[in-house]
């Protein structure tokens, strides 16, 4: 069993969003693997609903980002006490769209993983192959059962190709060396054209898709591919 990530990143309106889910609930729901959707925060009650009113048990929420702070007074935050009953279980975080444009240094990444974990959310921490070390080494002792590392490499975000298969277990072999025996997932340009060799691979857990997801037959034709 994949775990494959819709991250629609800042897309999307209500309309939109309706149209996807009706688009892609009936199919994705059929498949055997868990897949998860990280909306914009305005649409996760929307599409919480969603999933729960078709029976779609593999489908599962995340969201983009989270508040470094708990509860308290950080006007405009997102923190885990305001998702409380919405059902969120994942949380992309330390993404390098953060970071280059929010700024986000790797001790406030290390506080979201550990906000996400008091809190009973799966981070799904973003690296590359050079903040590893220092994004492991921010983050202190954690327990790797309780995290997913996605690698994914800048130079691949949002082009039209993915890293070499080559790279990924490479990469995969850094993280385990930094983090321990984690989950371990790729995203950079996955579309319903990646190689097969990626897609199907057994040492890769899962994909974050961005732009691939945006479209839904798009991106229930990846999910058709495992
Ligand atoms: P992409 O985005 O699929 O558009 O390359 C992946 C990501 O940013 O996680």
Not at 136 to 153: H, R, S, V
Request: glycine share 8%; with cysteine.
């Amino acid at each position: 069993m994949k775990t494959i990530i819709a991250n629609w990143k800042s897309n999307k309106n209500e309309h939109d969003v309706t149209t996807w889910l009706d688009i892609a609930i009936p199919k994705l729901k059929a498949s055997p693997h868990e897949i998860v959707i990280a909306p914009p925060f305005p649409f996760l009650s929307l599409v919480k609903n969603y999933i729960s009113q078709h029976g779609a048990k593999n489908i599962k929420l995340g969201v983009q980002d989270l508040s470094p702070y708990p509860a308290g007074s950080y006007t405009g935050a997102v923190g885990t006490k305001n998702l409380e009953g919405l059902s969120v279980l994942y949380a992309i975080l330390g993404h390098s769209e953060r970071r280059s444009h929010f700024h986000e240094s790797e001790q406030e990444i290390a506080n979201k993983v550990r906000e996400a974990g008091i809190s009973g959310i799966t981070p799904i921490l973003c690296v590359t192959r050079q903040n590893i070390t220092s994004l492991a080494n921010a983050l202190g002792k954690i327990d790797p059962t309780q995290i997913i590392i996605a690698y994914e490499p800048v130079d691949h975000i949002g082009t039209t190709l993915t890293d070499s298969l080559e790279n990924i277990l490479g990469t995969k072999q850094l993280a385990k060396e930094a983090f321990g025996k984690t989950r371990y997932i790729y995203g950079g340009s996955v579309n319903p054209k990646s190689d097969q060799d990626i897609l199907t691979h057994t040492e890769i857990d899962g994909f974050l898709i961005g732009m691939a997801s945006l479209d839904p037959q798009e991106f229930t034709s990846i999910v058709n591919e495992f």
